[in-house]
Each structure stands twice: as C-alpha cells, then as structure tokens.
C-alpha cells in the first residue's frame, strides 16, 4: 500500500465515499437514540470546523423508548460482560502450550496487573461509550494505547468522524479519522512539526481550530525503516495537517491500536455494521408519530377547540383551544368541536411498538436476568432465558471475537512492552522461523456472567438429551448412549465452565484407563481361579494366566 500523502489523502476520499451510503442512516438512528452524538455526526460529515449552533438534535424525539432501550443495552453489556467490580476474563496458555504450570502462575499473575490497570484506566467509560455507538449505529471504534498518566489510555471516535477498511478476510486493518486542534493543542501534541499556517496562529490565534487527518494503515515490508523505532512497525500511523497536506507526526505500531466493533455485518460489501437502532427504526418512527397524535389527542381534550354561531367569518382551527367560525345558527352558543379521539388505542398500539423496540435491544434478557427469583430450574424459565441467549448470542459473539479479544491482546503487549506484567518464564516463548524467541499471545478465557449464562443453557440442553438417553435406555434400548460421546461431552462442559485446569491431559487419561483395564481383568483372573479350585488342570491353566496380567498391570 502506497502511504505517501497523496495516496492516504485519495484513500480516505475513497472509504468516505464508500461511507456515504450509510451517514444518512447514522444520522436518524443518532436522532432517535442517541441524540447527543448527532452535532460531532453532522460536524464530521460536512467536513466544518464550526458545529452549526442551529443544531437541535432532539426535535423530532418525542418518545425516548429508544434511548432507553440503547442505555440499557450498553449498560447491560458492561454489567453482564465487562463489570468494573468483576473479574470478567482470565489469561490462559495457548492450546499448544496447555498444562505448563509455570506459565499458568505467570498468566494468572498477568491477569490481575490487567484487571487493576484495567479499572485505573479510562477503559469502562469509554467501552460504554463504544458500547452505545455499536447500538446506534452498528460500528464502533476504540482506541487503546499507553498513557500518560495510567499504563492505559482509550478514546471511543464519534461516529462519523473515521471511515474504515478491511483485508481480504474481512478484518479491519484500515482505518482513517478526522479530528480538529487549536494551534495551541497541535504545539503541545506535534511540537515544532508544524505548517507553517498553523505556527503563525500560535501568537494571535492560538485557540483557532485546524483538521487533521489520521491514517492507520499496514506498513509493507519494503516500507519499514531498518533502523528499527516507530516507523519499522506494521502498522503505520500517519497524521497530516489537512490543509496543507503535510505531515506532522509519522509513527507506528506493532498491534492495530483502533480496535472497530458491529453489533452485525450489513453485508458481505459493506465494512460497517448492522445496529439493533436499524433493526427496530421503523417501530421508533412509528412510536413518536404515534406520541405525537396522542400528544394532540390528549391536548384538545384538556383545551378543546371551539365552534361559534354563524355568520362569523374564517377558517377551521384544528389546534387544541382552536376556535372555528360558524355554527348551526345565529343564536348557537359557542360549543367545543372534533375532540372524539381513542386515546386507549393509541397508547396500546404505542405499547407494542415499544415492546418492539425493547425486544430489538435485547430489554428482555436483561430484565431477565435482573428481576429472575426462587427456583431458576423452572422448565418455563429455563425455556425463557434460552430464548433470549439464542437472541443475543450472534452479536455476543461478534463483541467476544472482534472487540474483546482484540483488546485484551493491546493490553497484554501494552503492558508487557512497558515492563508492568511480571517477568515471563522461558515457557512463555517459543522459536519463530528464524530461531528467534517469540511472546506467544495466550488464551483468552471470559469468565463474566453472560459467558456462564449461555454455558449454563447448552449444559442444560446437554442434561435434557441425556435424560432422554437415559429414558430410552431404561426401556430397553441401552445401545442409544453409543450415540453419545462422553468424554468429549465431559471436556467441552468444562472448558466452557472455566474448569479446563481440572481435566487430565489426555495422554494421562489413556494411562489410567489402561491401568483400571488390567486390574479388572486381574480380577476376574482371581475370580475364575477361586471358582476352579476344585479342579488342579483348571488351576494350573487359570494360575499361568494370572501371572501374566499381573505382569501386564505392573
């Protein structure tokens, strides 16, 4: 890829046009659930560095079901998956490398310096933040590097504000953001590398705002520098002054430190995600149309319009305290008109448009989970909450392999890189093609509730389609558990339970089990001697026999 400024400059021009299809959407979806967003939205399609004052997001807000329900997944999420006051993930040795104890104390070591940089960092409010993004408008980004302050930083980018790019799998490895700073800011930031229109501001205007590109794209092999530093890494971080078309900062990194989200994929063409807002925005349209009709029922029954004799002169008023001209008759009094209205219909059919909304975020589940009492073993309950893992547990997957993990792997190279994890044992490396040692990146283990919820329902699935083999098998038909794998049954159920450190490596299974073989087959050899005592030739054959399993038992 070309990275010259010209090239990254055509390039954002072009995912911005690719971007185009969808800003429209965002900016509705912003509109009815997250109306805040909608100003730095605008701002950043138009390309200004003045936000319209004129701006009033929340005009056409008349019902906020939609804002609660994108709340309430956000929040819901950050309980269920990323608690602030949990231990929510675990580091564990990469499959190759299982069962190495050393390595298993370092990386539980590793785990808690993560969690406590974790919680001292900014990273909980910015996740929510990235969180209520995802649920809006389908793709979120957040931006993980080492602090100042805290080993940690994050940044959620506004919507709107960065465009993006995938490779040939469909991962995002490209990703360019617009953003503004005064004169003052690009000193304190870029230093002395500034244009020269910029360094002339320092002076008279030093709080005047200036739009700066930010370019994170691969960095070939033949674009490294071989003098090692930032600009030898693959990943190439370019900022140029917009304007001018200059660079002021050329650095780089060894891991994407933009990591993007989407709730779901649009399509196959389309980088950018799916949002439950888009899912449900008919429903959300059709609720503040219907708020507003019952707003003006409700009106003109509290300050109902009026009708006047005849013989005054005018139009129909149809506003709440509307008054008409004209009547029956001269001598008619002033009587109140067309206030007939359903307001019991309108609100149930606003009803099942919230209970729409709700159920495109998921309400269910968490309200579920939050209200569930007694004896959660009840058939009907346990048939609920399936229902509802089912519903969520595609996205939940998206948010465990394309946000999570990708995070959890830029903290653990963040901190280790600065020296704040524990020093590694020779276990933790392995050689690379050259014979180098190489930091192989562990397991990732989510250990927060919603993990344990959605194991606990395929473990009761499990349970369900074992009580039925065990049914069959009592009438009759024992062969039904041949269809059965136990043992892989057994290791999967512990896996997912984060029980994985307490099953024997398979190798010492086989041991046991060849071991347990050949004492029961001693057994039964001791069995049939003492059934054939009576009998020399029988005893001297059965005797020959036994000293031989017992040599195959030693």
Known sequence: MDITPDALFKLNEQLRTDASGMQRLWTECGRMCLTRKVSSLLTAISGSTTQDANISPDTRLLNTIAVEANEGLASGLMSWVMPYEGRWFSWKPAPEQDGNE???????????????????????????????????????????????????????????????GEDEEGYVDTAFREFELTAKQAQERFGDNLPPQVANKLATKPMEKD?????????????????????????????????????????????????????????????????????ALAEIRGVNYLELLMSTLAETQVNPRMILPQGYEGTPDLRAGGITMGGLTRDMFPVEWMTQGNLNFGLALI??????????????????????????????????????????????????????????ERVFMILYRAGKLPPPPR??????????PLLLFPRVVQTNRMSQEIQAAKRSRFMEMFQVAASMAQAGRPEVFDNIDGDKATRDIATDSGLRDLLV?????????????AVQQAQQQREMLMEAAKSPEIVKQVTGALGGAQEAAA
């Open 427 to 436: 276990e933790a490396f392995v050689a690379n093609a050259v014979g180098q």
């Open 505 to 517: 490596p398979l190798d010492e299974r086989e041991r046991i089990r060849q071991q347990r073989a």
């Open 211 to 279: 739009r700066y590109l930010h370019a994170i794209v691969p960095r070939a092999e033949s674009q490294r520098s071989p003098n090692g530093g930032p600009q030898s890494m693959p990943i190439a971080s370019i900022i140029l002054h917009k304007d001018s078309k200059l660079v002021v900062s050329n650095s780089g990194f060894e891991e994407l430190p933009a990591i993007v989200t989407r709730h779901l994929r649009w399509s196959e063409a389309s980088a950018y995600g799916a949002s439950p807002a888009m899912k």
């Open 351 to 408: 009803e099942r448009k919230e209970d729409a909304v709700r159920q495109a975020f998921h309400a269910k589940l968490f309200d579920l989970f939050s209200t569930r009492k007694g004896d959660l073993n009840i058939p009907h309950v346990q048939a609920l909450q399936a229902e509802q893992l089912g519903r969520i547990s595609p996205a939940f997957t998206s948010l465990t392999t394309g946000f999570i993990n990708p995070i959890l």
């Open 102 to 164: 050393a390595l298993e104390e370092w990386l539980a070591a590793c785990t808690e310096v993560a969690l406590t940089a974790l919680a001292t960092s900014n990273f909980y409010p910015a996740a929510h933040e990235a969180l209520l993004d995802r649920g809006t408008f389908g793709t979120a980004t957040l931006w993980a590097q080492e602090g100042k302050r805290n080993p940690l930083m994050f940044r959620c980018w506004d919507a709107g504000t960065f465009v993006i």
